[in-house]
């Protein structure tokens, strides 16, 4: 727990409401309500405790305490094994220790620099394809779930680098079993046997999908744009033995998922947002001409308000392995703490206006704040996001050919979020398309 140490003794303790397991409960049945029990407690200070689930906990709001927690001292804050386990198994962002260390830099080349370069060809073809989607939808009349077709992007981008192919359908229908396990995962059971059992049928097809992928990898030559991720990792196993095939296929699972969950649930809130707020959307197209660099510094803050307002990360658990001292704050050794960008990113403190979206916050001087902690859509530190240059690049390159040419106008109220592994849409997203340009 925190305990604040005073100018003088003796030590006292903060505060320490109790989150009831009936208000835990229906956050992990609903993926609603968290987000404002958590509110509570922040205003306790950027530094709080609270007993979740009976467990004392620290609650970590403030941008300095979350420097210290992720950006200073990810040793003494570690991450743990979490739900997510029963799907990723032992990939990159459920693994720990020299594993982590390792596997990350294996990983780490192929998301920066030179490495990045060999996926745009990828990110730009599963773009086109679904912009010619989008026009078939538009010419037809069609309404479409624009959640659907966000993941739909965002898995055919993912699914490209891995293998070096287009995403076919039968596969996209086979891999609607990886989004109802993410879904699920806060309300299945703590036991791991017991919480494997309740998606058994999902992950025998994602199974499938995966090793079908391996093998082919491994016997057909690769795609028209070259090697992908997935010959990476096979090549890693020829002289590093912990690359068994389980491994493998954790890795690219979690590489699926992280390549495309978010990317997908961010571009769907954009276009909520756009459609609430249109000029949004005229001041991007005019900053520059198609291709400019005004244009995608513009379409690049459309995404880091979407990011503000819906981080990628909204909550990030750590355990405390040592005693520490967080901004005047003793952190037993033993505690869980809870870093939440949800409520960093609306802290009115910071962020002036912090319910409002406006992108301008990104591209006018002085309109964000300095704090490095302040903003941390993909975390901060030694386990920041791998992706976040490939997700920013595939979010701007679809938004540079879908912006202009359509628009998406819902069909209804917009939906509630619902908070699990992500913040997504508590319900499809009907939207009529329609051409513009």
């Known amino acids: 727990m925190a305990t604040q140490i005073p100018p003088t003794p003796p030590v006292t303790g903060v505060a320490v409401p109790e989150l009831s397991p009936a208000e835990v409960e229906r956050w992990r049945t609903t993926g609603r309500g968290m987000p404002e029990l958590l509110r509570r407690v922040a205003r306790l200070g950027p530094v709080a405790g609270v007993r979740l689930d009976g467990r004392p906990t620290v609650l970590v709001t403030g941008p300095e305490a979350v420097q210290h927690v992720l950006g200073r001292n990810p040793d003494r804050y570690v991450k743990r094994s979490h739900r997510g386990r029963i799907l990723l198994g032992d ?8 594993a982590w260390r390792a596997q990350r830099l ?12 060999r996926w745009e060809q990828r990110i730009a073809a599963a773009a086109r394809h679904t912009a010619a989607r989008w026009a078939e939808h538009a010419d037809a009349g069609r309404t479409v779930d624009l959640r659907e077709e966000m993941h739909r992007f965002a898995l055919d981008t993912i699914w490209r680098s891995l293998t070096g192919h287009p995403l076919e359908d039968r596969t996209v229908t086979e891999l609607t079993a990886l989004e109802a396990v993410v879904a699920v995962l806060p309300v299945l059971p703590s036991n791991a046997e017991d919480a494997r059992s309740a998606v058994a049928g999902e992950l025998a097809r994602i199974d499938a999908v995966v ?5 082919a990898a491994r016997s057909a030559p690769p795609g028209p744009h070259g090697p992908g991720l997935l010959h990476v990792l096979l090549s890693a196993a020829q002289d590093r033995p912990e690359y068994t095939d389980r491994l493998i296929r954790d890795e690219f699972v979690t590489l699926m998922v992280a390549g495309h969950e978010t990317t997908a649930t961010t571009l769907t809130w954009l276009y909520l947002f756009l459609a609430e ?12 001409p198609a291709g400019s660099e005004e244009r ?13 307002l819906y981080p990628s990360a909204w909550l990030l658990p750590r355990h405390a392995v ?22 960093v990113h609306r802290d009115p403190e910071l962020w002036p206006e912090p319910e409002v979206f406006d992108p301008r916050r990104f591209t006018v001087p002085g309109l964000r704040p300095a704090d490095p902690g302040a903003y941390l859509p993909f975390g901060i530190g030694a386990r920041a996001c791998l992706g976040l240059q490939f997700a920013l690049r595939e979010t701007v390159a679809l938004l540079e050919l879908l912006l202009p040419s359509f628009e998406a106008v819902p069909a209804g109220p917009a ?3 619902s908070f699990g592994m992500v913040v997504r849409p508590g319900r499809p997203v009907p939207a009529v398309l329609t051409r513009t340009g």
């Open 296 to 308: 995608r510094t513009a379409l690049r803050a459309l995404v880091s308000e979407t990011l503000r």
């Open 322 to 343: 040592e005693e520490d001292l967080l901004t005047g704050f003793r952190i037993e050794a033993g505690s869980e703490v809870l870093v939440c960008p949800y409520l």
């Open 106 to 117: 294996l990983l780490q080349s192929q998301f920066t620099g030179s490495g990045m370069r």
């Open 415 to 417: 939906p509630e979020p």
């Open 277 to 288: 707020d249109p000029s949004a959307r005229a001041r991007a197209l005019a900053a520059g």
């Open 211 to 215: 090793h079908g992928a391996i093998e």
């Open 91 to 98: 990939g990159v962002l459920s693994a720990s220790g020299e």
